[in-house]
């Protein structure tokens, strides 16, 4: 089980994604045009609902230009007006023929928008809408020498999809109307708060299973101790049976080697890749599942738990494993079939969450060096692969992953949505399993720490560890939406707090050292044993006194 996790975890680090705003993409291309007098509006969705010869049609999404009147934010404010076709369609001279009050369709190009638009106004039409000519929205700003604004009718781009499916059904003789107007976003976003639960939940039940699983652990092996037993431990990779600590050098790898996964995402991001993805999820997700479910059940069911048998390349299985196999098989099929409907994030979720839980149960973070190496190369992959990539990409890597462009999915699976059910704009809140994993591993750490040194929550290093990690996470969902929508890497707000929150406390109590190096705290051994050295890493070996 720990192997097989422990092949998903790059595959989950390369999943930290940033939390991708709904609706249109926008195109972020004004950063040489600021605001003027005459072009000051604020870029906002805006929703095109169409009717074809009187029968209610399609739903568009484009967005409004920073020139021109507002467009109006109730539905019921808005009127509904002809549709028709500019001539020429471009709209870069005067229309061929006056329109009185219509909304006129041209297609981007030849000249500026401020330029159609004023055609247009000249013409009698009341609004205008763009078609572009790629998929993507395009912010429509002004140039900076541009001084004859004054523009008082309003402007909207349909990306190109959107746009042409209004041109072939107006060529075809239909009569065509729309009705514009941008819907405000709720203040507060309950998908948010409630992504924001699960996140922090998932984090407190995988660091109390970790301490938990380490206290009975090292409960047994005093026991055996006692008993006057000899004790073999079995060792891999510095820690007890099944258990992976990380060291210093796999913590770098582990963030290079989901850089070079996630440049693979982006460069063959693809339907049929998308699916592999997909069945990786799902067997990484029954495992989890399987994990979560055989350890919640055993407290009822121990006989069952505890009678083992050998299954051919499985090794030793219980009876009850056995038995829990099948339905998490099955459900993790049933996502993998359905998800495409819109319940189908329930599952995922599901899956996710028990994945997460059972990776922080069995990867584990030794000591704070450690930690504060593989947060730090995460917090600048995060980063990087954001913000810095699209100067050799010329768009967000991390972005495009989490949206999964270029396949008709949603974005890859690796990473927890809630459907945002008050938006009227509607889409999803997401955040990827690196986002909890990665600072989940800490926070766990510090858990298994105070239980080591029987620490009590207030002079312990867990609850603020939560409390920073919470924090971190908070400010990521407000920074998102100051942000107008650009996606942000929630490790950029979340490793300052939570790193900054052990360093702190640990520094101001005197235990940093222990912390940093050691990971546990200073044991006092009985007169008559004498130390042995302490492995690097790994759990604490009551039999090194």
């Not at 050998?310 to 993790?332: D, E, M, N, Q, R």
């Not at 922080?360 to 704070?368: A, E, H, T």
């Not at 290093?461 to 924090?471: E, Q």
Request: hydrophobic letters at 50%; proline letters at 4%; a neutral charge.
């Amino acid at each position: 089980m720990a192997a097989a996790t422990a092949a998903v975890f790059a595959l989950l680090m390369a999943s930290a994604l940033a939390g991708a705003a709904a609706g249109g993409d926008i195109v972020h291309h004004d950063d040489e045009a600021p605001k003027i007098p005459g072009c000051s509006n604020d870029f906002i969705l805006v929703k095109v609902q169409s009717w074809v010869n009187g029968k209610e049609d399609d739903e568009y999404v484009g967005v409004g230009a920073r020139f021109g009147p507002q467009i109006v934010s109730k539905e019921k404010h808005a009127n509904r007006t002809r549709l028709m076709l500019a001539d020429p369609i471009d709209c870069c001279t005067s229309p061929k023929e006056k329109v009185s009050g219509d909304i006129l369709l041209v297609q981007r190009g030849k000249c500026k928008f401020t330029k159609k638009a004023k055609f247009a106004e000249a013409a009698g039409a009341s609004g205008i809408i763009i078609i572009n000519h790629v998929h993507e929205l395009y912010k429509m700003v002004c140039e900076k020498n541009e001084t004859d604004l004054d523009i008082n009718i309003p402007a909207v781009l349909l990306p190109r999809d959107a746009g042409f499916a209004l041109h072939t059904v107006l060529t075809s003789g239909n009569s065509v109307s729309v009705q514009q107007y941008s819907p405000d976003r709720p203040v507060v976003d309950t998908a948010e708060v409630f992504l924001w639960l699960m996140a922090v939940g998932t984090v407190l039940c995988a660091s109390y299973w970790s301490a938990w699983s380490a206290r009975e652990a090292l409960c047994e092996q005093e026991k055996l101790l006692k008993d006057g037993r000899e004790v073999l431990l079995n060792v891999e990779n510095g820690g007890s049976s099944g258990m992976i600590y990380i060291n210093v050098a796999s913590a770098i790898m582990f963030v290079v080697v989901a850089s070079c996964f996630l440049i693979m995402l982006y460069k063959m991001m693809s339907s049929w890749f998308v699916e592999l993805l997909v069945v990786i999820f799902c067997i990484g997700g029954v495992e989890g599942l399987q994990t979560c479910l055989v350890a919640l059940l055993s407290r009822w069911f121990r006989a069952a738990s505890e009678s083992f048998f050998k299954v051919p390349f499985f090794g030793a299985v219980s009876y009850l494993t056995l038995a829990v196999s099948p339905f998490c098989i099955v459900f993790a099929v049933l996502w993998a079939v359905h998800r495409h409907f819109t319940y189908a994030w329930i599952g995922q979720d599901i899956l996710g969450i028990a994945l997460i839980i059972t990776v922080i149960q069995i990867v584990r973070v030794p000591n704070l060096k450690v930690g504060s190496v593989l947060l730090s190369c995460a917090f600048f992959y995060d980063i990087f692969w954001v913000f810095v990539s699209k100067r050799w990409f010329h768009e967000s890597v991390m972005i495009v992953v989490a949206r999964g462009d270029k396949t008709d999915e949603d974005g890859v699976p690796m990473l927890l949505k809630i459907p945002r059910m008050f938006d009227p704009w509607g889409g999803y809140s997401i955040i990827g399993f690196g986002d909890i994993l990665l600072p989940g591993l800490l926070v766990a750490f510090a858990l298994r720490y105070d239980w080591a040194a029987k620490k009590s929550l207030q002079t312990g290093y867990f609850l603020w560890s939560m409390v920073a990690y919470g924090s971190g996470l908070l400010i990521t969902y407000v920074a998102l939406n100051l942000m107008d929508g650009h996606g942000q890497p929630a490790l950029l707000y979340i490793v300052p707090f939570t790193l900054g929150a052990l360093i702190s406390l640990g520094w101001k109590r005197g235990e940093l050292w222990n912390l940093w190096s050691k990971g546990e705290p200073e044991r006092v051994c009985p007169h008559h044993m004498h130390m042995q050295p302490q492995p690097k890493t790994g759990p604490v070996d009551p039999s090194s006194c």
